[in-house]
């Protein structure tokens, strides 16, 4: 019988470590999964949103090598007494906490991104674009000051070692870290708001746009409650044991905010919302052109020329869904035909069957048609023979 394996690691009263290993772990997983599917969905709407999607992709790379750095400090002493561990012991945890904590600041970065140019991609209004052009620079500028702030804050030449005796003001710099990335996190939220609120779709639907950019108030809450927890660690004679529960807020806060950048792109809404989606192929002979901002649908072919004795026409109407920012760059097309023939031995109108009605009625539930006519006329060289 083989034996039992050690455990990885082992919670107990004097070793609190593991809890960070946990939530670090588990959130992380998740939000690879989450991070999976939206890269699926690239794949399977064939989107091109490099700069929206690329942050993403950058951030969960980093979100492991930074949950692999926590570990290693967990490993050499975070989450024990200082007293039971030895100078080297403090000194290497304390390495590989601080590199960890610089690169958990790049990922909060990069998902403030990701949200952001995602709504300055769905938006036309200059008012909205502007405020997320600020919104980007404000981001730039918050993760400079907070890297540079944190990275520097200690004594040379070994910055990573935090004393409140040896770092400028007792790591009072936390404060206006914390403070400035909450109130980003609050505008990055509004501003979806202020976007929707002009924009014509059942309240249901509008609901769950605004709910799958609202989630960011999780990340509001764990920096709260990071924040408050903030203060005792940095009084604390016992660093690698009060860093504890900081810690715990600012891993969860890291890898939620990596998984909630990707709802609103993941959310079953946005499917039906991909202006890029053509719902009904219309026949190669239809000629399509597509606009800067819009498609619009107008064309009409006619093939043949003589003396045919039988013409018959058909009309296409075709819907044009004003959904376009919330998907695809391009347009949502939905067409709805109905044909009609004019023989000179029948004279029968065909209506339009139940499906091609369910697909109108489904889109004017969503917002703003704009109805275009194509018109295709075929004209036939042979007589007919029941004619004479």
């Given amino acids: 019988m083989s034996d039992t394996m050690a455990p990885f690691l082992v919670l107990s009263d004097d070793n609190h470590g593991p809890l960070i290993s946990l939530v670090s772990v588990a959130l992380l997983i998740t939000a690879a999964i989450f ?13 091109r949103r490099t700069m929206v999607n690329t942050p993403i992709w950058i951030a969960l790379v980093l979100a492991i ?8 400090s967990i490993d050499h002493g975070v989450g024990r007494h200082m007293d039971t561990l030895t100078a080297a012991a403090i000194n290497t ?27 300055l991609e769905l938006t036309p209004n200059k008012g909205i674009r502007l405020a997320c052009n600020i919104t980007i620079g404000v981001t730039v500028a918050w ?11 200690c004594e040379m030449p070994k910055p990573w070692l935090y004393r409140p005796g040896r770092c400028t003001g007792k ?15 609050i505008v990055i939220i509004a501003i979806p708001f202020y976007m929707m609120r002009n924009v014509q779709m059942v309240w249901q639907k509008r609901f769950k746009i605004l709910c799958s950019f609202s989630a960011r108030l999780s990340v509001v809450g764990l920096a709260i409650a990071q924040l408050v927890l903030i203060p005792p660690f940095l009084r604390s004679q016992d660093i690698t044991w009060d860093i ?40 190669d002979e239809v000629e399509l052109t597509h606009g800067k901002r819009s498609a619009y649908i107008n064309s009409s072919i006619v093939s043949g020329s003589g003396t045919g004795q ?23 097309v939905v067409t709805d035909i109905a044909t009609s023939h004019h023989n000179s031995g029948d004279s029968g109108r065909r209506s339009s069957s139940e499906s091609t009605r369910h ?21 036939d060289d042979h007589s007919r023979s029941f004619s004479r």
């Fill in 359 to 379: 697909l109108t009625q489904d889109s004017k539930r969503d917002g703003v048609l704009k109805t275009v006519d194509i018109t295709v006329e075929v004209e």
């Fill in 244 to 283: 504890v529960n900081p810690t715990i807020c600012g891993q969860a806060m890291m890898c939620v905010s990596l998984t909630i950048a990707c709802l609103p792109t993941l959310y079953h809404i946005f499917a039906g919302l991909h202006s890029g989606l053509i719902t009904t192929r219309l026949s």
């Fill in 65 to 72: 090598i930074q949950v692999v750095l926590m570990q290693k």
């Fill in 143 to 153: 993760t400079v000051f907070a890297f540079f702030g944190l990275a520097f804050q």
């Fill in 171 to 185: 790591g009072a710099i936390f404060y206006p870290i914390s403070v400035f990335h909450i109130l980003s996190e």
């Fill in 310 to 332: 039988g013409a018959r026409e058909q009309k296409r109407r075709s819907t044009y869904t004003n959904n376009a920012r919330f998907g695809n760059i391009g347009s949502s």
């Fill in 35 to 47: 991070v999976t599917a939206k890269l699926g969905s690239v794949i399977y709407f064939k989107q």
């Fill in 93 to 119: 945890s304390s390495k590989f906490y601080y590199a960890a904590h610089l690169i958990e600041i790049f990922i909060l970065s990069l998902s403030k991104l990701s949200t952001t140019l995602l709504v």
